[in-house]
């Protein structure tokens, strides 16, 4: 069976990744979300910080990961996403051309 990939095509060219890629970024995505507003939540400024537990982000893709793909197959079947319209937003376009070059998986 062949692996699906995804395309997305930004400024500086097109980026072929995995479906699971996909996934993780996602989730990676989700994480970094999840943490901004629990820090808002309890008034600490993330400016004054230069680290965050790289482990506990990869705890949670990994425990994240299946339901991730869950909720994606979902929003796919019922035409909530189309990944022919993610790859031409401009904003993902944007973020996955700069965080695309730190190769963080």
């Given amino acids: 069976m062949r692996e699906e990939h995804i395309t997305i095509n930004?400024?500086?060219?097109s980026h072929e990744i995995?479906?699971?890629g996909f996934i993780r970024?996602?989730?990676?995505?989700e994480i970094v979300e999840?943490?901004?507003e629990k820090a808002k939540e309890l008034?600490?400024?993330l400016d004054h910080y230069d680290w965050i537990k790289p482990v506990d982000f990869k705890k949670y893709i990994k425990e994240?990961?299946?339901?991730?793909e869950i909720d994606l197959e979902y929003e796919e079947k019922n035409n909530n996403v189309s990944l022919k319209h993610f790859s031409n937003n401009p904003h993902t376009q944007e973020y996955h051309s700069q965080t695309c070059q730190k190769?963080?998986?």
């Fill in 10 to 13: 930004t400024k500086n060219g």
């Fill in 34 to 36: 999840k943490t901004e």
């Fill in 25 to 29: 970024w996602l989730c990676l995505i």
């Fill in 103 to 105: 190769q963080i998986f």
């Fill in 18 to 20: 995995s479906r699971d």
């Fill in 43 to 45: 008034k600490i400024n």
């Fill in 64 to 68: 994240r990961f299946k339901s991730m």
